[in-house]
Every structure is written in structure tokens, then in C-alpha cells.
């Protein structure tokens, strides 16, 4: 493609044609998860924006990547469920995810699951892509960024409401709050990636040995 590819230029814009890819990488998970996340890269591709705009740069270090990224994920569930969620008034229990009590047939499906369709494939649409977009539209100032953290965040905590309910959404937007801060900051996305599938793989394992309700006690009683 030439450098000054006409169509690439207005998939990085804002006209129809751009308005059209970003409402057609929306509506990706509608049809199937993690369809978003591929549109991205395929958007990303046509339009000749470069993977580090969205955040996938290499990072500095994997194995600090990894290793502050699991804790954090593991640190960051534990808070939620222990304490931000009792203070929210979500019940103990994840009834949206119970059937994952004990069931061993269910639970290689949804180990990949949450780590490909919600650590990969969630942060690279409500992070990397949205970011990236908003960015270009409200600019990289600490206003702007702020700005952009916060929406992103509620988008995130949306998008688990018909699934998970209030609970779930509320829990969403305060994780999309804490990543999408470190996001912001730090301009790399792997820390998030990780941090996410860590929380969601703790997650699962409370719902699956059945602690979820000792775990949400702990601080309250």
C-alpha cells in the first residue's frame, strides 16, 4: 500500500467510513467473543496504525510484565470481592457463574475463555482500540486522559450488565478504572492483559472450590 493510501487515511479518521469501523468493531462481540479483538487487528492493518499505538509494544520486560501483572490481577480480585463489592452491596455469590462450582468439565472451556476472550480480547477493544480512538479525538493531555479512562470504564462495566447484571457492571467499571489508569500511564497494554486474565482466572477459582462467600466475608463478617 503507498503511503498516502486514501482508505487508510479515512479509517484513521472520523467520517463515515471511520465511524463505520468503529461501530462495526463494537458490535464484533455481538455476533461472537473475542470478534471485536480481531477486528481491531484487521482494522489496525487496513488502516496502517501501528500495533504500539494500540498499546501491544513490545514491553520492556516480560517477566516484570508477567510478574507485576499476575500480582495485581490476584491482589486486585481479592480487594473486589472482599471489600469493594460488600461496600457496593453485591451478593457473596456470582450467580451468574455458579454452575462453575465444582464442575470440571466446564472448567478448561472457561480458563480460555477468561484468559483469551477477557485478558486479550477485552483489552485490546476497551483499551488499546478505544483509547487509541478517543485519543485522537480528545488529544493526550492529562484532561483528555482522564476523560478517556473514565468513559472507557463505564463501556467496560456496560458491557457486563446483561450478563452479570448491576453487580457485575459495577465491578466492571472500578477494574476498567484501575486499568485503564495504568493504561493511561503507561502506554502499554501487556500489564493489563495479564492483570486481567489473573483476576478473572482468581475469579473462577473461588466460584469453582467454593469460597466465594468466605472470601466476601472476610473483612465484614
Same mark, same amino acid.
Given at each position: 500500500?503507498?503511503?498516502?493510501?486514501?482508505?487508510?487515511?479515512? @479509517?484513521?479518521?472520523?467520517?463515515?467510513?471511520?465511524?463505520?469501523?468503529?461501530?462495526?468493531?463494537? !458490535?464484533g462481540n455481538?455476533?461472537?467473543?473475542?470478534?471485536?479483538?480481531?477486528?481491531?487487528?484487521?482494522?489496525?492493518?487496513?488502516?496502517?496504525?501501528?500495533?504500539?499505538?494500540?498499546?501491544?509494544?513490545?514491553?520492556?520486560?516480560?517477566?516484570?510484565?508477567?510478574?507485576?501483572?499476575?500480582?495485581?490481577?490476584? !491482589?486486585?480480585?481479592?480487594?473486589?470481592?472482599?471489600?469493594?463489592?460488600?461496600?457496593?452491596?453485591?451478593?457473596?455469590?456470582?450467580?451468574?457463574?455458579?454452575?462453575?462450582?465444582?464442575?470440571?468439565?466446564?472448567?478448561?472451556?472457561?480458563?480460555?475463555?477468561?484468559v483469551f476472550?477477557?485478558?486479550?480480547?477485552?483489552e485490546i477493544?476497551?483499551?488499546?482500540?478505544?483509547?487509541?480512538?478517543?485519543?485522537?479525538?480528545?488529544?493526550?493531555?492529562?484532561?483528555?486522559?482522564?476523560?478517556?479512562?473514565?468513559?472507557?470504564?463505564? @463501556?467496560?462495566?456496560?458491557?457486563?450488565?446483561?450478563?452479570?447484571?448491576?453487580?457485575?457492571?459495577?465491578?466492571?467499571?472500578?477494574?476498567?478504572?484501575? @486499568?485503564?489508569?495504568?493504561?493511561?500511564?503507561?502506554?502499554? @497494554?501487556?500489564?493489563?492483559?495479564?492483570?486481567?486474565?489473573?483476576?478473572?482466572?482468581?475469579?473462577?477459582?473461588?466460584?469453582?472450590?467454593?469460597?466465594?462467600?468466605?472470601?466476601?466475608?472476610?473483612?465484614?463478617?
Open positions: 500500500m503507498p503511503p498516502d493510501d486514501p482508505v487508510a487515511v479515512r @479509517l484513521r479518521g472520523f467520517g463515515p467510513l471511520g465511524l463505520a469501523a468503529i461501530l462495526l468493531v463494537l !458490535a455481538l455476533v461472537v467473543a473475542p470478534l471485536s479483538a480481531l477486528l481491531v487487528l484487521a482494522w489496525a492493518w487496513r488502516s496502517r496504525t501501528l500495533w504500539a499505538e494500540l498499546g501491544l509494544a513490545r514491553p520492556r520486560s516480560w517477566i516484570a510484565s508477567f510478574a507485576i501483572g499476575i500480582a495485581l490481577g490476584v !491482589a486486585l480480585k481479592l480487594v473486589m470481592k472482599a471489600l469493594v463489592m460488600p461496600l457496593l452491596g453485591a451478593p457473596p455469590v456470582n450467580a451468574a457463574y455458579h454452575y462453575l462450582a465444582g464442575n470440571e468439565s466446564a472448567l478448561p472451556g472457561m480458563i480460555v475463555t477468561v476472550v477477557a485478558g486479550v480480547g477485552e477493544l476497551f483499551r488499546g482500540f478505544l483509547f487509541e480512538r478517543l485519543g485522537r479525538l480528545l488529544g493526550t493531555g492529562a484532561a483528555a486522559k482522564t476523560a478517556i479512562v473514565l468513559l472507557t470504564a463505564a @463501556l467496560f462495566g456496560l458491557a457486563h450488565l446483561p450478563e452479570q447484571g448491576l453487580p457485575g457492571a459495577g465491578q466492571g467499571a472500578v477494574v476498567g478504572l484501575v @486499568l485503564g489508569a495504568i493504561f493511561a500511564v503507561s502506554g502499554r @497494554l501487556w500489564v493489563p492483559i495479564i492483570a486481567h486474565a489473573a483476576f478473572d482466572l482468581v475469579a473462577v477459582a473461588l466460584i469453582y472450590w467454593g469460597v466465594e462467600t468466605e472470601v466476601a466475608t472476610f473483612v465484614f463478617g
